[in-house]
């Protein structure tokens, strides 16, 4: 069983960055594919990016490409989520969770997630 713990989440002004990190506990973290997702009050939880297993590939949800970058480190099984040019609508609780599935997963496709971590964007 793979547990993962998120961390980084904060307040920011619009504009501003943030790096987020998802530590994993298993050794067998390379076997996943990783992803984060993000969920807002009263909306369903979205899609934000994902990771390939060695982490060659990537794919962002349309609404934060160019900004988002995702990237992961096999030795501190530790993948990460650096936010840069933040907007108040990128306001959410944003959780990683890992995929045996590489690409735009559904929630559904994750086998893992961790608790997520609040990030807040002022205008």
């Known amino acids: 069983q793979v547990q993962l713990v998120e961390s980084g989440g904060g307040l920011v002004q619009a504009g501003g960055s943030l790096r987020l990190s998802c530590a994993a506990s298993?050794?067998?973290?390379?076997?996943?594919?990783m992803a984060w997702f993000r969920q807002a009050p009263g909306k369903e939880r979205e899609f934000v990016a994902a990771i390939s297993r060695r982490g060659g590939s990537t794919y962002y949800a349309d609404s934060v490409k160019g900004r988002f970058t995702i990237s992961r480190d096999t030795a501190r099984n530790t993948v990460y989520l650096e936010m840069n040019s933040l907007k108040p609508e990128d306001t959410a609780i944003y959780f990683c969770?890992?995929?045996?599935?590489?690409?735009?997963?559904?929630?559904?496709?994750?086998?893992?997630w961790g608790q997520g971590t609040q990030v807040t964007v002022s205008s």
């Open positions: 969770a890992a995929s045996l599935l590489f690409g735009r997963v559904a929630a559904s496709d994750c086998a893992y």
């Open positions: 298993e050794v067998t973290f390379s076997r996943y594919a």
